[in-house]
């Protein structure tokens, strides 16, 4: 099969950001559509995610160090996921791919988003008036990359211009162009330049998918309108599907509410980002806000069980549940226990560094008392040394880490955070737990009960000499092998499980990618070492 017959007759649909995850993809799939398109992922950040292999789920997620799910996918979507990229330079666009054309069917390159984050950065719609880097990075990724490659842009105020830079992006080899019919300054209250588009399909060879119908689109018959009308090869839906993803059926769509609730399956299925998964349902119920009666709890609702009790799928939740956390006993046992992970080691220095498996999630924290106020609250009420934290800023990607030295001891956790200040939260939480303190928190962890807390605070107390008596790291609590020696800065990461799910790290460098692509994170400076005190009015703890 040639690579452009992939992008031929088919419903396709369309990346948008926060909407286009795991699980409104498979939506899709199950209703008949062709492709799915990933919401936009930036080269950059791809280039930092590790790939893991998720046992729990059975996905494969690309992940930043503080264990952000950047990029999931799972078989069921294996030859029918088209990954789209945001870029302004072929060779950090070509090591991103690289990085993830295993799991795809093709990789697409944003050249029409008209946000102010895309424009700015280079990437998106600022490349429609840059024909010489259009050519650039897309003969790149053509030459270099084992699956096709395809390019979705907004057309030109001129329709000669229009045509114009389709033709040179058909002169570099792509296997598709998706055409947004309106221009990076129209919205979606401006008509499509249906003609535009069907001006470019008379222009090329390769197929031209047509794209931003969604006002006019309800059913399957609709879109095939559409497509007769462009006269593309092709339809790509975007709002339309964000809004009833069964547009998609040939049978006809379907109720929404009844879409809703399929979504939310594969919400709680995936574990899916809760706020991605708010969005998503409040675009579904956009016009219904004032219809139906559970749509103003959604307007409130901050976990995926809150959505499951909103909709009555609380035996569905459940299920799911008792599934992951069977799973998750089941992988423990295999590698040793919910102990492992728990680490004391003697310093150089002859100071005694204790490193528990356990983060700072500010879910699971009421906002006006934090752990390192209760830290500090409580050194003040027993005469203790007070608190001091020094902090670890990681060159290339500015997460940190943190050591709380309090009473003679150091306490840290495996992670590296996004801000100085989740860092420090998280070693007086280590601290706190070490010492048999509440550090506050309003709902546990899965499977982080009391009894796992005692048996860690046994580990480290038996411990003779300062010796480490954990074994390799893999617990309930996102905990990974942590190498202190290692010098290449990535040293928090190896084996773990994450947000309730284990998974395994490949840190390998993908074939061929070009070493000075990758951000550097070879160096880390150390930036802070405060004594804190911080006011018990004090929400952010800092």
Not at 180 to 195: A, I, L, Q, V, Y
Not at 388 to 411: P, Q
Not at 478 to 495: A, D, F, R, V, Y
């Amino acid at each position: 099969m040639k690579q452009e017959d992939l992008y031929r007759n088919k419903v396709i649909l369309a990346p948008m950001v926060r909407v286009c995850a795991l699980p409104m993809r498979l939506l899709a799939l199950d209703y008949g559509a062709d492709l799915v398109y990933s919401e936009e992922q930036i080269d950059r950040k791809i280039l930092l995610c590790q790939k893991k292999e998720n046992q729990v789920l059975h996905t494969t997620d690309f992940m930043l160090s503080d264990g952000t799910v950047v990029f999931r996918t799972c078989p069921a979507e294996k030859g029918k996921l088209i990954l789209q990229i945001g870029t302004c330079d072929g060779k950090r666009a070509l090591a991103a791919a690289r990085k993830l054309q295993d799991y795809i069917a093709g990789v697409d390159v944003n050249m029409g988003c008209p946000k102010e984050f895309s424009v700015k950065g280079g990437m998106g719609a600022a490349l429609l008036t840059q024909p010489e880097k259009v050519k650039q990075i897309l003969s790149t990724l053509v030459s270099e990359l084992n699956v096709p490659v395809s390019c979705k842009i907004r057309v030109l105020p001129k329709l000669e211009d229009t045509i114009k830079l389709a033709q040179l992006i058909e002169s570099t080899g792509v296997s598709a162009l998706a055409v947004h019919g309106r221009t990076k300054d129209e919205r979606s209250r401006d008509p499509n330049r249906d003609d535009y588009i069907q001006a470019v399909a008379a222009a090329v060879s390769i197929p031209v998918i047509a794209n931003g119908g969604s006002k006019n689109i309800n059913s399957l018959t609709d879109l095939e309108n559409f497509k007769n009308t462009t006269g593309a090869s092709s339809v790509m839906l975007a709002r339309a599907a964000m809004w009833n993803c069964s547009v998609f059926r040939k049978q006809g769509p379907l109720p929404v509410l009844g879409v809703l609730k399929s979504y939310l399956k594969y919400a709680f299925q995936y574990d899916n980002n809760e706020m991605n998964t708010k969005y998503c349902v409040l675009q579904m119920l956009h016009d219904r806000m004032t219809e139906v009666p559970q749509a103003d709890r959604c307007l409130t609702a901050k976990s995926l069980k809150d959505f499951a009790d909103i909709w009555d799928m609380k035996a569905e939740y459940e299920s799911v549940m008792e599934q992951r956390y069977a799973r998750e006993k089941e992988l423990l046992a295999q590698q040793g226990g919910a102990c492992n992970g728990v680490k004391r080691r003697k310093m150089d220095d002859g100071s005694v560094l204790i490193e528990l498996p356990v983060r700072f999630d500010k879910r699971h924290y009421p906002a006006t008392m934090t752990p390192k106020q209760i830290l500090n609250n409580w050194s003040k009420r027993n005469g203790y040394s007070k608190p001091e934290y020094t902090t670890t800023e990681r060159a290339g990607d500015r997460y940190y880490t943190s050591i709380v030295l309090f009473e003679g001891k150091l306490y840290t956790n495996p992670f590296w955070e996004k801000s100085k200040q989740l860092a420090e939260q998280s070693a007086a939480v280590s601290c706190l737990v070490a010492n048999e303190q509440d550090d506050g928190r309003l709902i546990d962890p899965p499977h982080e009960t009391e009894e796992l807390r005692r048996k860690w605070r046994h580990i480290i107390n038996s411990s003779e000499n300062g010796e480490d008596k954990a074994d390799s790291s893999v617990t309930n609590s996102h905990t990974e092998i942590s190498n202190s020696s290692q010098p290449n800065g990535e040293g928090k990461t190896h084996s773990s499980i994450t947000n309730n799910h284990t998974e395994i790290s490949d840190s390998s460098q993908p074939n061929g990618e070009d070493d000075s692509l990758v951000l550097n994170t070879q160096t880390e400076k150390q930036i802070i070492h405060s004594q804190d005190w911080t006011s018990t009015t004090d929400p952010a703890g800092k």
